[in-house]
DNA sequence: TTCGGTTTTCAGCCAATGTTCAGCTTCGAT
DNA sequence: ATCGAAGCTGAACATTGGCTGAAAACCGAA
């Protein structure tokens, strides 16, 4: 899976980058739009994630030429928080998507996958680990058959731990992926959710699946706890 | 892999080349940002390690050309205790993670396979010598198919033993990988916790496979005792 | 605006871990 | 057989990391 990132701010568009090669993708950035431009016409892409604010060629006008020459290409539009974008706006040029800045690793695989899944159907992600369940395109949590509501951002944690499930995870990368990737906060949060989530999932099935691994991390038991 | 090291102190370049090295890393080092930004043109690295404070051109401004120019290899600041880097702006400038010394060769080796996998995803390293089992992504051993409980530390120095099972590693070795270059302490420190691990993964097995090599250091039995 | 749920901060506590130390044992050279 | 160096060991001590409950801040819906 190609997906291009036009995106000027550097940071930013490391982190995407990051973020999503580690799900697998081959990620190009354009750090212009101009140059954004040339690349969505070499190349064929399954995705293009599109930053409004733009040197060169700004995002609207990006997308509105894409579709001018017919490219259909699903784009994810991203957009500083407050103002700036105009949804009707973005949706107007053709975008498929949107997500307003900051926002957190998970949040933007997630739309990707979304965006994915519309142009190629099938493949619907869900976890498990045992009789542990977690559906993220639903919002659905069980253990065994009995339903677990957990709040958002108890669930990205969660979804964070499934994902590597038998790894080590450390609280620095839990905060990486889970928070947006300008939160500078107390880490120890992740230590208060970790809590959440074991008196939700595992104290009342007297499980232990999520283990602490002292200096290191968490790590999601594989096959439940 | 190709490693660029980007460091004007001549001891850390050395120390961290001999460490690269020994791991099976193919190493440039670079003195200056100058010979970096050079260098970093001529060849096509895995990993760049880059040093904040530079003779000639510093980090930040060596990242940031990187990027400019479209190259994306994966760079790893060093940077000093306090001050000096602000995380923010090492992110900023596109570096994809960031070290504060002093550090252990255990954790920048980690962290440079952990950016490694990012650009290639897949293949988790597990060492074995006979019937011991040691997973560092997982954070599990093993002897036969029992677990064995270890702590961070004990945990190092196990993953540096296996590593080099067969080899005599000496008490320096040990001390200069699994501690911080910066540890002064009392080199007495790796004799316990030879013993902490006799203990855990030896004694109750009725196995040697740690051997003490008088004068020389330690050797892990290839074979697994 | 108020209210309830959610997220985040905070501070005290506890136990696990890391480190030092001093005395002991073993080894090998003479 | 003796001696010194190297290594072993158990226990004491210091430090850190993680846990937890409660309070504060935040946010969106009514």
Same mark, same amino acid.
């Given at each position: 899976? $190609?997906?291009?990132?036009?995106?000027?701010?550097?940071?930013?568009?490391?982190?995407?980058?990051? @973020?999503?090669?580690?799900?697998?993708?081959?990620?190009?950035?354009?750090? +212009?739009?101009?140059?954004?431009?040339?690349?969505?016409?070499?190349?064929? /892409?399954?995705?293009?994630?599109?930053?409004?604010?733009?040197?060169?060629?700004? =995002? /609207?006008? &990006?997308?509105?030429? &894409?579709?001018? $020459? @017919?490219?259909?290409?699903?784009?994810?539009?991203?957009?500083?928080?407050?103002?700036?974008?105009?949804?009707?706006?973005?949706?107007? +040029? @053709?975008?498929?998507? /949107? *997500? +307003?800045?900051?926002?957190?690793?998970?949040?933007?695989?997630?739309?990707?996958?979304? *965006? *994915?899944?519309?142009?190629?159907?099938?493949?619907?992600?869900?976890?498990?680990?045992?009789?542990?369940?977690?559906?993220?395109?639903?919002?659905?949590?069980?253990?065994?058959?009995?339903?677990?509501?957990?709040?958002?951002?108890?669930?990205?944690? *969660?979804?964070?731990?499934?994902?590597? %499930?038998?790894?080590?995870?450390? %609280?620095?990368?839990? &905060?990486?992926?889970?928070?947006?990737?300008?939160?500078? =906060?107390?880490?120890?949060?992740?230590?208060?959710?970790?809590?959440?989530?074991?008196? %939700?999932?595992?104290?009342?099935?007297?499980?232990?699946?999520?283990?602490?691994?002292?200096?290191? @991390? /968490? $790590?999601?038991?594989?096959?439940?706890?």
């Amino acid at each position: 899976m $190609r997906v291009l990132v036009v995106e000027d701010e550097k940071r930013v568009a490391a982190a995407v980058r990051r @973020g999503l090669e580690a799900e697998g993708f081959a990620v190009d950035v354009a750090l +212009t739009g101009t140059d954004g431009e040339w690349l969505s016409k070499e190349n064929a /892409y399954d995705v293009i994630v599109l930053d409004i604010m733009l040197p060169g060629i700004n =995002g /609207y006008r &990006l997308c509105a030429n &894409l579709r001018e $020459r @017919g490219d259909w290409t699903p784009v994810l539009m991203l957009t500083a928080k407050d103002g700036e974008l105009d949804e009707a706006e973005a949706l107007d +040029t @053709g975008a498929d998507d /949107y *997500l +307003t800045k900051p926002f957190s690793f998970v949040v933007l695989v997630a739309r990707i996958r979304a *965006l *994915l899944r519309r142009s190629t159907p099938s493949q619907q992600l869900v976890y498990e680990a045992g009789d542990l369940y977690v559906n993220p395109t639903s919002h659905e949590c069980r253990r065994g058959d009995v339903d677990i509501a957990l709040t958002a951002r108890e669930f990205s944690v *969660l979804e964070f731990l499934i994902r590597h %499930k038998g790894e080590v995870v450390s %609280k620095l990368e839990i &905060l990486e992926n889970v928070w947006d990737f300008a939160f500078d =906060g107390d880490p120890n949060i992740v230590e208060v959710y970790i809590r959440h989530l074991r008196v %939700k999932i595992d104290e009342p099935f007297h499980k232990a699946s999520i283990q602490t691994i002292r200096g290191a @991390g /968490y $790590r999601l038991a594989a096959s439940g706890g």
